[in-house]
């Protein structure tokens, strides 16, 4: 792919998903590798959650000139390249085959519309809801724009009824559930509190009836379960994955391209 071919394809990115949305104080978002073939070619790009070395190597036999992967696979600062590491064996891999590789990440959590609102869209619609607000508002951005998502319900519905739209929504089979002491799974719930990937920084100083995420740790768990809330995680990233229909779905408005979405990516932990 030509180096105006990437610009195009990271200006369709950027123009739902701004580098500014992103966490720069911890997180590395935008083109993470840049390739350096000038031949135009017809721009193929493939979605996937992680960057793998099963997904490089679907990359490169699909004829991929971009990935877009939503989690950096470059954090820290490299002294040296080796293939002893998964990650720098993929990104030799990536730059001998010419593909670039693009990570927005924190910017479609804090995005309207981003991955955040799309699991809110899983639960419930817009008549059901009362209020819906960033747990973490973004300051410089339009209102709505922020990590997380706090939902409150018009009328309360049973944790039953939600596990079920959990798994409707995700595709998935199986959940992990805390319920509240006390409680079984027709506890009737109206405020949810939502984040995709690890809830645990956002979910800070936070009251909901349910928490919603990918992960928590064991004492985050149990603590939400004895202060009367119930916890739904589902892997950190089966909240993330089923977002890339929707991802796929803005882009090919915005690209005459050939978008396609991994199968070989999926969350590394597994229900048996």
Same mark, same amino acid.
């Given at each position: 792919?030509?180096?105006?071919?990437?610009?195009?394809?990271?200006?369709?990115?950027?123009?739902?998903?701004?580098?500014?949305?992103?966490?720069?104080?911890?997180?590395?978002?935008g083109?993470?590798?840049?390739?350096?073939?000038?031949i135009?070619?017809?721009?193929?790009?493939?979605?996937?959650?992680?960057?793998?070395?099963s997904?490089?190597?679907?990359?490169?036999?699909?004829?991929?000139?971009?990935?877009?992967?939503?989690?950096?696979?470059?954090?820290?600062?490299?002294?040296?390249?080796?293939?002893?590491?998964?990650?720098?064996?993929?990104?030799?891999?990536?730059? /001998?085959?010419?593909? *670039?590789?693009?990570?927005? %990440?924190?910017? #479609?959590?804090? &995005?309207? $519309?981003?991955?955040? @609102?799309?699991?809110?869209?899983?639960?419930?619609?817009?008549?059901?809801?009362?209020?819906?607000?960033?747990?973490?508002?973004?300051?410089?951005?339009?209102?709505?724009?922020?990590?997380?998502?706090?939902?409150?319900?018009?009328?309360?519905?049973?944790?039953?009824?939600?596990?079920? /739209?959990?798994?409707? *929504?995700?595709?998935?089979? %199986?959940?992990? #559930?805390?319920? &509240?002491? $006390?409680?079984?799974? @027709?506890?009737?719930?109206?405020?949810?509190?939502?984040?995709?990937?690890?809830?645990?920084?956002?979910?800070?100083?936070?009251?909901?009836?349910l928490?919603?995420?990918?992960?928590?740790?064991?004492h985050?768990?149990?603590?939400?379960?004895?202060?009367?809330?119930?916890?739904?995680?589902?892997?950190?990233?089966?909240?993330?994955?089923?977002?890339?229909? #929707?991802?796929?779905?803005?882009?090919?408005?915005?690209?005459?391209?050939?978008?396609?979405?991994?199968?070989?990516?999926?969350?590394?932990?597994?229900?048996?």
């Amino acid at each position: 792919m030509s180096r105006v071919g990437i610009k195009i394809a990271v200006n369709a990115i950027q123009k739902y998903y701004p580098v500014r949305l992103a966490d720069s104080s911890w997180d590395n978002t935008g083109l993470l590798v840049e390739a350096i073939n000038d031949i135009e070619k017809r721009l193929k790009i493939l979605l996937t959650i992680d960057l793998t070395q099963s997904v490089v190597d679907e990359a490169i036999k699909n004829e991929t000139n971009l990935i877009m992967a939503y989690h950096p696979f470059i954090f820290r600062g490299l002294k040296s390249i080796t293939t002893k590491d998964p990650q720098q064996k993929s990104l030799l891999k990536l730059i /001998k085959n010419d593909i *670039s590789v693009y990570c927005p %990440h924190t910017a #479609v959590d804090s &995005a309207i $519309g981003g991955v955040n @609102d799309f699991l809110v869209d899983g639960l419930c619609t817009v008549e059901e809801i009362e209020s819906k607000k960033p747990i973490i508002p973004n300051p410089k951005e339009a209102e709505g724009c922020g990590m997380g998502r706090l939902v409150e319900l018009k009328n309360p519905i049973k944790l039953s009824d939600v596990i079920t /739209k959990v798994k409707k *929504s995700l595709g998935l089979e %199986h959940l992990q #559930v805390a319920i &509240a002491n $006390g409680k079984d799974k @027709d506890v009737k719930i109206k405020t949810i509190a939502i984040c995709a990937g690890s809830g645990s920084g956002v979910f800070k100083g936070i009251d909901a009836d349910l928490f919603y995420t990918g992960e928590l740790s064991h004492h985050e768990l149990l603590y939400f379960k004895e202060t009367g809330s119930s916890v739904i995680v589902c892997n950190h990233s089966n909240t993330e994955r089923a977002f890339l229909k #929707v991802f796929k779905q803005q882009l090919e408005k915005e690209l005459d391209a050939d978008i396609l979405i991994s199968q070989t990516d999926k969350d590394p932990l597994e229900f048996f």
